[in-house]
T-cell receptor, first 114, second 117 residues
């Protein structure tokens, strides 16, 4: 089955700096890679995703890159703000007609210091 | 509230007791997923439904666990003879389900936190 590794497990950045989180996956059949943000005591919420036919995707201050050959993908947050402090999870899934179960990484706790 | 809802939000039980959780997906979402999340870890897939059909079960789901989605709307997850290792957050998610193999964002509920004493 799929295995997703995520690094680092914790990340502390100064407000305004950039944060980068990296994930690797094992199953070459995976072609959908979402990123979820989970604030303390809250539900995971999708912040951005990328599919395997795209190498990079950007949405305001966040961007995701994908390297299918190397089986890794990354989340980039620029101009970090205190409200970016949360746990971020990457995930991978094959898109199938009958549903796509997500395999999550272990999470990265991001702390943005004012 | 039009999001995914779960009930109860917290459950404390004694080892050996049975517990049942409920998930109400977003209206018209025909896919429903259950995940389990332990402290400091990412969610782990348990099972999912396409309408009322349970299409896949994780090996994590022992025979003490059973899930149903009888009318293709809400779902229940039952754990029999609970063990301390079952203590976790149980998350439900739903998605629209295009049926064509395309993009299918999963929306998560707030979870049910289970504590087994």
């Amino acid at each position: 089955g799929e295995n997703v590794e995520q690094h680092p497990s914790t990340l502390s950045v100064q407000e305004g700096d950039s944060a980068v989180i990296k994930c690797t996956y094992s199953d070459s059949a995976s072609n959908y890679f979402p990123w979820y943000k989970q604030e303390l005591g809250k539900r995971p919420q999708l912040i951005i995703d990328i599919r395997s036919n795209v190498g990079e995707k950007k949405d305001q201050r966040i961007a995701v890159t994908l390297n299918k050959t190397a089986k890794h993908f990354s989340l980039h947050i620029t101009e970090t703000q205190p409200e970016d402090s949360a746990v971020y999870f990457c995930a991978a899934s094959p898109i199938k007609a009958a549903g796509n179960k997500l395999t999550f990484g272990g999470g990265t706790r991001v702390l943005v210091k004012p | 509230d039009t999001g995914v809802s779960q009930d109860p939000r917290h459950k404390i039980t004694k080892r050996g007791q049975n517990v049942t959780f409920r998930c109400d997906p977003i209206s018209e979402h025909n896919r429903l997923y259950w995940y389990r999340q332990t402290l400091g870890q990412g969610p782990e897939f348990l099972t999912y439904f396409q309408n009322e059909a349970q299409l896949e079960k994780s090996r994590l789901l022992s025979d003490r666990f059973s899930a149903e989605r009888p009318k293709g709307s809400f779902s229940t997850l039952e754990i029999q003879r609970t063990e301390q290792g079952d203590s976790a957050m149980y998350l439900c998610a739903s998605s629209l389900g295009t049926g064509t193999g395309g993009f299918d964002e999963q929306f998560f509920g707030p979870g049910t936190r289970l504590t087994v004493l």
